[in-house]
């Protein structure tokens, strides 16, 4: 390590994985090597902003998009400045997001080319299968045959793809009727337009494959299934809402919350106020009042009101969700409530059966294609990738009891299987959502990479200091 120059390892070329490795070349003030690892060939971009159709909007107005929590208009000003100078964008406005990945793109090149001396970035376009302690460090294996030694590890994983629906026959899902995953461009245009498909789940994936559509001229029936057949609620500008009390002198309980929301939106509602103000307004409260709920209240929670919070805390844009009611009104759109019972494929099409969620007797829909746009798997203990099984076999990862993500420390580190901090290895985003549940998105990713690069630089600073010292003085470093 004496002269070497550290290493940390980001695995996850994301939102999440680009803006640490974005802050980690703004501010390492000694030499520092930092590797950005990503299966797909699109370093910043990720699952969200990668090689969309124009009309995949962002679902968060441009105002607050920015990546930086200290520089709120910076990414307008980016748009302004570079992307569209000659056609102002609106502050309020719901963008393309393959804009959004130019936008992060550009970030990665700006600070690799104001580096300081010595702090450089690879970006690796690979797949990592797998990962074991090594001396003073962890090294990766990658699928391209290579090992990759790392003194820090960030995994930055973000968005698993989904899980197939849990039916006991799983034979349909290697069906080429069978879209197994929606976040898939090329899946979206091998769809034929007259073709009659069911999309299974109702949240914003299914949205953007609905306007998608729409766009593309599709004129085959679309048929939506759900549990509970909700669809998400649309933007709507409102003036700010401030709560008239706080959260966190509730009891730790879901049901006084709930309640007290409801209050809270009838009388904002009763002055001319909008909910959407209501909801936003817990917004900076979400993450303590999810920590300070006891395991069975945050059970209770995802048991009986998750759907309705996702409905309502995850907006679409405006123009989306007027791309589904045109849908709806002209009687191709059709929305189910109910629960999957099978499939079976006959002379070129698929009857699904499905249990409808009031009432009794079976339905039959006949399709010829299926597409699964339910969200991220995010259950650490039935991911099967080989990195995930290599984690969970060696004891370092903990999935958290509610399979919501994985264990971590107050900072990202990661928990091993017996619950003690790694000092090497460490994770932000999505999958804290155990721990915090809001951490999904921009405005929260961008405060977690901002400090996990500061606490990175400072476990490199250590490591050099400590590699100063003579050998019978130096501490035995964990993973
Ligand atoms: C379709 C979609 C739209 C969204 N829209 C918005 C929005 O408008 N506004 C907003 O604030 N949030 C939005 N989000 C939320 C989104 O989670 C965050 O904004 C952010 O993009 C998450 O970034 P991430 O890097 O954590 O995850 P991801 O974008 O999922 O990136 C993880 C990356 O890790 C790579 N990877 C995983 N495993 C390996 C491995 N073993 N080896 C190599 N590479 C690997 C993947 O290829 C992927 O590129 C959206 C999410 C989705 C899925």
Not at 133 to 139: I, K, L, N, R, T
Not at 179 to 197: F, M, V
Request: glycine share 8%; hydrophobic share 40%; proline share 7%.
């Amino acid at each position: 390590m004496a002269n070497r120059k550290p290493t940390v390892a980001i695995v996850g070329g994301g939102f999440s994985g680009c803006m640490v490795a974005v802050h980690l070349l703004q501010q390492a003030q000694q030499p520092l090597r930092v590797v950005l690892i990503d299966r797909a060939d699109s370093p910043g971009r990720g699952v969200a902003y990668r090689d969309q159709p124009e009309c995949h909007l962002l679902n968060v107005r441009a105002e607050a998009m920015s990546a930086f929590p200290d520089r709120p208009d910076h990414f307008l000003d980016w748009l302004n400045n570079s992307y569209s100078p000659c056609h102002p964008v609106g502050t309020t406005e719901f963008l393309p997001r393959r804009i959004y990945g130019f936008y992060l793109e550009s970030l990665l090149a700006a600070a690799q080319q104001g580096a300081r001396r010595g702090v450089s970035l690879e970006v690796r376009n690979d797949e990592v299968l797998g990962l074991r302690p090594a001396e003073d460090g962890v090294s990766l294996r990658l699928g391209s045959g290579g090992q990759l030694r790392a003194d820090r590890l960030v995994l930055a994983l973000g968005n698993p793809g989904p899980a197939d629906p849990p039916l006991a026959d799983q034979k349909f899902f290697g069906s080429p009727r069978y879209l197994g995953h929606a976040w898939s461009t090329p899946g979206l245009y091998s769809i034929q337009r007259d073709e009659n498909l069911l999309l299974i789940g109702s949240g914003l994936t299914t949205l953007d494959w609905l306007a998608a559509l729409q766009t593309l001229g599709h004129h085959g029936r679309i048929h939506v299934v759900s549990r509970r057949g909700l669809l998400p609620q649309l933007h709507r500008a409102a003036a700010p809402h401030t709560l008239s009390f706080n959260p966190l002198e509730l009891p730790a309980r879901v049901l006084p919350l709930l309640r007290r929301m409801r209050a809270e939106v009838a009388a904002a509602e009763a002055r001319g106020g909008d909910w959407r103000a209501v909801v936003d307004a817990l917004r900076p409260f979400t993450q303590k009042l999810w920590q300070r709920l006891p395991a069975s209240e945050q059970q209770r929670f995802l048991r009986h009101l998750r759907p309705y919070w996702e409905i309502h805390r995850h907006r679409a844009a405006p123009r989306i969700v007027e791309s589904v009611y045109e849908l709806l009104r002209s009687g191709q759109l059709q929305v189910l409530a109910g629960r999957l019972q099978g499939f079976e494929e006959r002379e070129g099409e698929v009857e699904v059966s499905i249990r409808p969620r009031l009432g009794k007797g079976m339905q039959k829909l006949q399709v010829q294609r299926v597409v699964n746009c339910t969200g991220p798997e995010s259950n650490y203990r039935r991911l099967n990738h080989p990195l995930i099984v290599s984690l969970r076999e060696r004891g370092l990862i903990q999935p958290d009891s509610l399979g919501l993500g994985l264990q971590t420390d107050a900072h990202g580190a990661l928990l091993d299987r017996d619950g003690l901090a790694s000092e090497r290895l460490h994770t932000l985003g999505p999958a804290r959502k155990g721990l915090l549940w809001e951490t999904t998105a921009v405005p929260e990713i961008r405060i977690q990479a901002q400090a996990l690069a500061r606490r990175l630089l400072l476990l490199c600073a250590s490591d050099e200091k400590t590699a100063a010292r003579p050998a019978q003085e130096k501490p035995r470093a964990s993973v």
